[in-house]
Antibody, heavy 120, light 110 residues
Framework: QITLKESGPTLVKPTQTLTLTCTFS??????????VGWIRQPPGRALEWLAL???????RYSPSLKSRLTITRDTSKNQVVLTMTNVDPVDTATYYC????????????WGQGTLVTVSP | QSVLTQPPSASGTPGQRVTISCSGS????????VYWYQQLPGTAPKLLIF???QRPSGVPDRFSGSKSGTSASLAISGLRSEDEADYYC???????????FGGGTKLTVL
């Protein structure tokens, strides 16, 4: 059974750095083809892809947010971490992590999401 | 502004068949697989269709997907009240080197 779960702060102040952790089970990020990514959804709005990391440490970022994002993995802990610098209230959203079964493929399994509010 | 274009809303009565369109370009739908997700209120997206027209285990065969050129469609037959949700399409985009999503379609069962 494949599961993913996001964790991190629920409230962050503007200009701070947001760090989110995705802890997963039921698959390995060492398996050829597999990737884990982050997607966010502002309240009442559409899904937006942020970053992806693959089994071979290939990292992909949304061009519009690339300068603010870093994605890393800890294969031994089955975790993927996303950091976003210099947050702003417009970054308020539910953040999801999800698995991709292969390069050039969208996501199949999703976490439940975590709501992050950026406010003074 | 989402890279893939979906109608913001769709509706139908119980038992009807509805379709939701998703329009893209040669760098995404035209050259890669299309996925569809169902998002019930307050929950995470759930995979409904993968690789254009494949259903994951447990998804009823009332849901079907198709793709032609740079567009794709999700069809729901025998509409039920529990199908009321937001639906999103997605595909890899070769130009952006990442997955892109549609803006979502809110389906209302009248």
């Amino acid at each position: 059974q494949i599961t993913l779960k996001e964790s991190g702060p629920t409230l962050v102040k503007p200009t701070q750095t947001l760090t989110l952790t995705c802890t997963f089970s039921g698959f390995s990020l060492s398996t050829s083809g597999v990737g884990v990514g982050w997607i966010r959804q502002p309240p009442g709005r559409a899904l937006e892809w942020l970053a992806l990391i693959y089994w071979d440490d290939d990292k992909r970022y949304s061009p519009s947010l690339k300068s603010r994002l870093t994605i890393t993995r800890d294969t031994s802990k089955n975790q993927v971490v996303l950091t976003m610098t210099n947050v702003d209230p417009v970054d308020t959203a539910t953040y999801y992590c999800a698995r991709s079964e292969g390069k050039w493929l969208p996501f199949d399994y999703w976490g439940q999401g975590t709501l992050v509010t950026v406010s003074p | 502004q989402s890279v893939l274009t979906q109608p913001p809303s769709a509706s139908g009565t119980p038992g009807q068949r509805v379709t939701i369109s998703c329009s893209g370009s040669s760098s995404n739908i035209g050259s890669n697989y299309v996925y569809w997700y169902q998002q019930l209120p307050g929950t995470a997206p759930k995979l409904l269709i993968f690789k254009n027209n494949q259903r994951p285990s447990g998804v009823p065969d009332r849901f079907s997907g198709s793709k032609s050129g740079t567009s794709a469609s999700l069809a729901i037959s025998g509409l039920r009240s529990e199908d009321e949700a937001d639906y999103y399409c997605a595909a890899w985009d070769d130009s952006l080197s990442g997955p892109v999503f549609g803006g979502g379609t809110k389906l209302t069962v009248l």
